[in-house]
């Protein structure tokens, strides 16, 4: 097991690095000057020769790159060219705060989904499995955006029950929880998206799960169907749950920023999309370098994860 | 020269209207003014929430350094620190000597001197304002301006030969140079803040006052002191320089996220006393999340109203809020790439973008595009504010309604075949009057690509409307859209120097929104051969006078003169440019007339009629 989670961090400190120079190449492949975007349209060759000085765009790319590997292993990423801040800083205000709405949508996801895969599985081929997947494919189907107005016209504007948004002084996590009000719509349609993934794979590896030998054979010794059904099948079910998790992350990432645009969230997500719009490179290869570890990270977890749960596999790389 | 007009980017950005609607209805009061005017006592206190869509100010210092392009910086701190020449008296585009920090200001030596007699004013701390405070910005500004954002190449202070202070209300400047007192008042002082140099004028926090200004290395140490103090933003708030004003409003909360608010400056010595207990900005993401607050019954007292929802007004008026619009102080165009190498010599030609400009139907654009709500763009001056600058011609509707039948009748008479619907072709190629012009070839197609800004629904049915009209006169627009950003980085100067230049290829015309004016509406930086803000080449000696004349020269007719040559010389294609919108709740009183140059937001004259909230 120690020489797997060698590897596998090795793996990953590999896939780190190399996000990072394919990252920095593409984002240096966009036209146009950085220095025009932020500064505008009427910005003088004076200011702009002033803007690539202080910022280092003047210098050769791969001097560049290693101003930024620099900032990275100081932990600072540089200094957004937009908000004038340290992108370390701007990451911190902002990631645990996603942690907190995409972790509860998450796991609001799972609540729902685990258990609606597994009734499916158990109702396999019946109308109760249509009803069931229709809905969830339904809702999955729907963009987010679409999601996110229906339930605010409905919620908040027609019934005045639940606040559309976040209200604009709330930056700490603690003012999240402290105004759960406003935290409802936005997990709800995170999580939407995530319980059709999640259910439809519950429901095949159950479905699987259920025809092996050793359900079969607990059936047969006559162990109580709860008993199969918590103890043997559930784990094994969920092999396939916990690798999506850490797969499905970019994804959760990509639709916070439908949800952060439309709930008033400043979030990773909308930090990324409008970094990306006006070229600040620092603040997107920050965010990007974090949903790149975050996404290796929730892989490797997956994996070892995996290891634990399902000991032939640690053996198989052993 | 351009000036960079932060203060109308800022009133841009308080009420963001970059969405603008096809249809719409709604009881909006016209030109500055409100569609109620609340009366009755006013009632001291009570607090106003002002949504802010995307704001994020990041710097408090009111000078900002030169790569600070932040926009919003100018809503954070013009409270506190406003201009030396107030900008705007109601919804007009003069200065406002009530609120001004002079008393009087007067031209002498062939306007080259300017004597400034400032109020009997006092800072928040109870030190009175004095010429020291000028001399302190002057110092500061002398050794840094090419650190400062709001530098213009050759205006203050680099025009400035010196600078006396005879008494300690008195400021004497004497500039290298005369120019039209109109727009150094409007265009140059109207951008420049006193500061406090008895608590200002220090290099640490911890160190004492003194008068480093007064030599080049002790100004460099103060300017860098204060930038650097300027961006902590955790300490805005609390850091005791900031707490210095002479503004109406002093910041008492400020937190990254855009969130700040304003508690009165007991000690503001203007006339308008600040009525409210506090106002507070509140930031949104995006415009969709600001209109869902307000259709929610929430606390928001004052937002604006993105055109594409001017459909809600009549639920957000049954919601409890007025409704109210003030024109956009600036020129809505298409920009013609004189340099581009298959479209620059059609688009040379003064008859080609006459006959274009013909075939824009801008009334029906300000209509169906933008709900009536816009300035019908006759010419470079927006005719709904700034009555005194605008011409005989322009208030005519300017030089060229919209005419198909006349766009076809010039193309005819300079040898084109038209063919309306499909694309025109030369027929008469040559440099004769009646020939298609220098440079243009037999059977060359009419024939160009309208690059423009993505993600703004108006922006996308103007085109499509310009396409649309263009073609009855036979003259084929494609049309092509790239983020913003992406469209500002990439639009390079074309001009006689750099062409042929790569950058000049990739575009022909491009329409990315609109140019900003201060209260001058001075075609300075635009206009000009090689001026700043002049990307597409356009060079005539007559407008460089005339331009000259507006800035230069002291005689009142030199400005129309200016703007009709500009409006029949069509360096741009004039497009109406939208008006703003927004809504604030019925009982808050004084919103109105809106002043275009103050961010659009002067709480200092609001109050509560009823129970505030």
Redesign the interface.
Known sequence: MTWYLVRRIGQSIAVVIGVMILTFILVHLEPGSTAKAVLGLKATPARIALFDNTYGLNRPLPVQFWLYCDHVLHGNFGVSYTAGQPVSTLIAQRLPRDAVLLGTSTLLALIIGVPMGLYQALHHGTVRDDIVAGTWFTLYSAPDFMEALLLIAVFSVHFHILQPNFPGGITSVGGLFGDLNALVLPVVVLAINSVAGFSQYMRSSAIEELAQDYIRTARAKGVRRRLILTRHLLRNALLPIVTILGLALPDIVAGAVIAEAIFNFPGMGLLFWQSALSHDFPVMLGATLIIGIATVLGNLVADVAYGILDPRIRHAVA | M?R?HRLVTAAVAALALTTLAACGGGNVAKVGGGSSAPTGKPQKGGTVTIAEVGA?P??IFPLLT?????GYNADLTLGSWPWLVYSGDGANSVPNPQESLFSSLKWSDGDKVITIVLKPWKWSDGTPITSRDFTFVYNLLKTNY??WFDYV?GLFPVDVASVATPNASTVVINLTRSYNPQFYEDNVLATIPLLPQHAWDKSSLTGQVGDYDQTASGAKAVWTFLQAQG?D?ATFATNPLWQVVDGPWKLSQF?????YSWVPNTNYSGPDKPILSKVIW?????D???M??L????TLDIAGVPLNDVRQIPALEAEGYSVAQVPNPGVAEILPNLYNPTAGPLLRLLYIRQAMEYLINRPQIVSKVFAGYADPGNGPVPVLYGKQFDSPLEKAGGPYPYSPAKAIALLKAHGWKVVPGGTDTCVRPGAAASDCGVGIKAGQPLTFQLLFGSGTASFDQQNAAFQSTEALGGVHITLKSE????L????GTCNAQSHPAAICDDWQLEQ?GYNTYLMDPSGA?SFNTDA??N?GGYSSPEMDKLINATEYGSSTAAFFAYEDYAARQLPLLWLPNASFVFVYKKNLAGVTPLNPFSGLLNPEVWYYTTSGS
């Open positions: 351009s960079t994020s990041n710097d030169a790569t600070n392009s932040n090419n650190d190449d961006a933003m937190q990254s996220s855009g969130y509140t930031p949104f993401t995006t969709t999340a600001e869902d607050t259709r929610s019954n929430t983020p913003f950003d992406t500002v980085s990439t639009t990315y930086g700043n803000g990307y």
